[in-house]
């Protein structure tokens, strides 16, 4: 079972607009929430995480947004620019629970046009 | 460069050979993760070690497979009798603490 999902395998957006990629997640004890960055034949890149304990973190042109109750979170890029077309992926891990571990969803891949 | 480095990038190998996969880690990081990537999935974890101690292994990692870290920095993965589906990129990454992970550029292992 997948235990966390990203549902849109991909997005197509105008470059200066905002961008919002989404996951959801179903493993109530998940408590650390992180979004990477993959270019092809590279390994991922960390963007930003948030824990359990907020529901909005931001760096710079990157906001993500958790919602527990709905065990949903977004990440939201304003202004998109055409670097940062790639693939996003959400990741989750239980911390609390010993786990260190990250569980990953499939990815959604972002382009941005000029 | 200080960031996690992998060796050696690609690797063709025939069905039924050794492989054996090397991690540097950022070297103040204590806690190293092997994770595999196949084609449209997200990562999928392997283990962990923190400093030389493995302390989670996932199901993925069949006996074929093994993991060491001597002496608490670099890392090797080993996949002893390799088959078709052992193909994927394998990825390594370091943290400090509980913290975000950091990953290298990753090693693809195409078995023929």
């Known amino acids: 079972d997948q235990q966390v999902k990203q549902n849109s395998p991909s997005l197509s957006v105008q470059e200066g607009r905002i961008s919002i990629l989404n996951c959801d997640y179903t493993?109530?004890?998940?408590?650390?929430f992180l979004w990477y960055k993959k270019y092809p034949a590279e390994g991922p890149t960390f963007l930003i995480s948030?824990?359990?304990?907020?529901d909005k973190n931001e760096d710079g042109r990157f906001t993500v947004f958790l919602n527990k109750s709905a065990k949903h979170l977004s990440l939201h890029i304003v202004p998109s620019q055409p670097g940062d077309s790639a693939v996003y992926f959400c990741?989750?891990?239980?911390?609390?629970?010993?786990?260190?571990?990250?569980?990953f969803g499939k990815g959604t891949k972002l382009t941005v046009n000029p | 460069d200080t960031g996690v480095s992998q060796d050696p990038r690609h690797k063709i190998t025939k069905r039924g050979q050794n492989v054996t996969f090397r991690c540097d880690p950022i070297?103040?990081?204590?806690?190293l993760y092997w994770y595999r990537q196949t084609l449209g999935q997200g990562p999928e974890f392997l283990t962990y070690?923190?400093?030389?101690?493995?302390?989670?292994k996932s199901r993925l990692l069949s006996d074929r497979f093994s993991a060491e870290r001597p002496k608490g920095s670099f890392s090797t993965l080993e996949i002893q009798r390799t088959e078709q589906g052992d193909s994927a990129m394998y990825l390594c990454?370091?943290?400090?603490?509980?913290?975000?992970?950091?990953f290298g550029p990753g090693t693809r292992l195409t078995v023929l």
């Open positions: 990454a370091s943290s400090f603490g509980f913290n975000e992970q950091f």
């Open positions: 493993n109530s004890m998940f408590d650390y």
């Open positions: 948030i824990s359990s304990i907020k």
């Open positions: 990741a989750a891990s239980a911390t609390q629970g010993g786990s260190e571990k990250l569980v």
């Open positions: 070297s103040e990081h204590n806690r």
């Open positions: 070690f923190q400093n030389e101690a493995q302390l989670e």
